[in-house]
């Protein structure tokens, strides 16, 4: 028997990055200029920044000598060549449209397919993504299982479609006005949890009844397919690029922020398999992204984004990215930290509302946390709660969602396992001062996406 060794990093570097440590008292004061919004600090002053994973990733020396290749033509560059016979090869789709990010993608494919009167379907329409769904006029619907949405149930596909409600808003709004069911995986909102092979199969046959548009929006594909190999059954034998490629397969689009699995800091894709849909997604792509052989991507872009996509798949790379953050969790569990389980796969997320249970919601729980581990550690963070999704009613009094997360996003191949052992170690303080920490009121916001920009006051 071999004996268990530690998670050690699968690449060793050849360019450092400085990052500065700061003191507790300049933290406190900066965090204060800011507004108590993380969002509007300076990265330098942040130790340990774990606010996405998405563009955050280093690239490794094989994108970086590709980008010296670039070939920056106008038209019909051999970076693009590269680029769309990796992309045609993984996805099996023959129509590729580059994207500057992942949203341009999803405004020209829900421009084209929304509306007024229009319905979307989906496990979890990312903000996005809904936001370029309803910008149309069309509605978004989003469909999980109150089993999914339990932030304790450990259950191996949390981010799995909720089949019967979906074919419920099929049947009410009529198969003809819904545009398409959007499959997100890994389902970024609902925590970065999987999609199984066998729920893409039942959403594959209910688009097949009806006559409905599968939309993979696979940012995360490659890490879907790390859980799928090793908590489905018959997949343990494939490859992460086969299980992706019959996920695929089965899909009619796939949309794609390369920021994400392609392991860029930039770019995006709309990949379709119908030419007709393809025709008119690429004129809308010339009209605003640039022409069809680089839409708003560099030559350089596209050859980094090409390695990319071969790198992710590797084993080594994927399984210590999704051990790594899982080493996270299973840390701050021991601590005794309420986590949302099981792990996802880009991040941690913790149960603020349990955590800091002396904080009432319309105070801002989340918030508290997000500010005491920049204040106590330099980390850098996200609240997923109330300052996220609180709306207001009619006497202006707080509703807050089903839940108060602070998401610790993992960017990928940049912080190593002494760094997240710092991370853990901050969670000391935290948990010993913890009931010192107060909660919010705040003093700025505007109307949509408020945790971008809002400020706040301690109370
Ligand atoms: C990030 C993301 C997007 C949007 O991509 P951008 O590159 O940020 O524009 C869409 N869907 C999902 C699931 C995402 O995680």
Redesign the pocket.
């Known amino acids: 028997m071999t004996r268990q060794r530690t998670l050690a990093e699968p690449f060793r570097i050849k360019m450092v990055e400085p990052v500065r440590m700061t003191t507790p008292e300049y933290r406190k004061q900066i965090l204060r200029n800011a507004g108590y919004n993380p969002f509007l600090l300076r990265s330098d002053d942040v130790y340990i920044d774990l606010l996405t994973d998405?563009?955050t990733s280093a690239m490794s020396d094989r994108q970086w000598s590709a980008m010296l290749l670039g070939d920056e033509s106008y038209a019909g560059a051999s970076s693009w060549e590269k680029l769309e016979t990796e992309v045609k090869d993984l996805t099996g789709m023959h129509y590729v449209l580059p994207t500057h990010?992942?949203?341009?993608?999803?405004r020209i494919l829900y421009g084209q397919l929304g509306g007024k009167g229009k319905v979307f379907v989906s496990n979890t329409h990312?903000d996005?993504?809904r936001a370029n769904i309803e910008f149309t006029g069309a509605t978004a619907f989003d469909c999980m299982s109150d089993e999914s949405l339990d932030i304790d149930l450990e259950l191996p596909f949390k981010g799995d479609m909720d089949i019967a409600q979906a074919r419920q808003y099929i049947l009410q709004y009529g198969p003809e006005n819904v545009a398409a069911i959007v499959l997100?995986v890994?389902?970024?909102?609902a925590g970065g949890q999987p999609v199984s092979m066998a729920n893409a199969r039942q959403v594959r046959a209910l688009c097949d009844e009806f006559g409905i548009l599968l939309v993979l929006?696979g940012?995360?594909i490659a890490e879907n397919a790390y859980f799928i190999k090793h908590r489905e059954a018959n997949y343990s034998d494939k490859s992460f690029r086969e299980i992706a490629q019959e996920m695929l397969s089965i899909s009619d689009a796939f949309?794609m922020?390369?920021?994400?699995d392609a392991l860029v800091n930039?770019?995006?894709l709309l990949v379709l398999r119908d030419k007709k849909l393809a025709e008119k997604c690429t004129n809308l792509l010339i009209i605003s992204e640039g022409f069809a052989t680089y839409g708003g991507l560099s030559g350089r872009d596209m050859e980094a984004m090409t390695v990319g996509l071969q790198e992710v798949f590797d084993m080594d790379y994927l399984h210590y990215r999704i051990k790594s953050t899982e080493y996270l969790g299973k840390h701050l569990q021991e601590k005794g930290v309420p986590l949302v389980k099981p792990f996802g796969g880009h991040a941690i997320y913790i149960d603020a509302k349990n955590f800091y249970d002396h904080i009432p919601v319309h105070e801002f729980p989340g918030q508290a946390l997000v500010c005491d581990l920049y204040e106590q550690g330099a980390i850098r963070c996200v609240e997923v709660g109330s300052v996220m999704f609180g709306k207001y009613d009619a006497q202006g009094n707080h509703i807050a969602p089903k839940s108060e997360l602070v998401r610790l996003a993992i960017p990928r191949r940049v912080y190593t396992q002494s760094h997240i052992d710092y991370v853990i170690d901050v969670f000391d303080d935290i948990i010993e001062n913890k009931h010192q920490s107060t909660g919010f009121k705040i003093t700025y916001e505007p109307p949509f996406l408020r945790h971008f920009t809002a400020t706040f006051q301690r109370l």
């Open positions: 998405s563009g990010q992942g949203r341009a993608a999803e990312f996005t993504t997100t890994t389902n970024n909102s929006d940012c995360r949309i922020s390369a920021k994400k930039m770019g995006g």
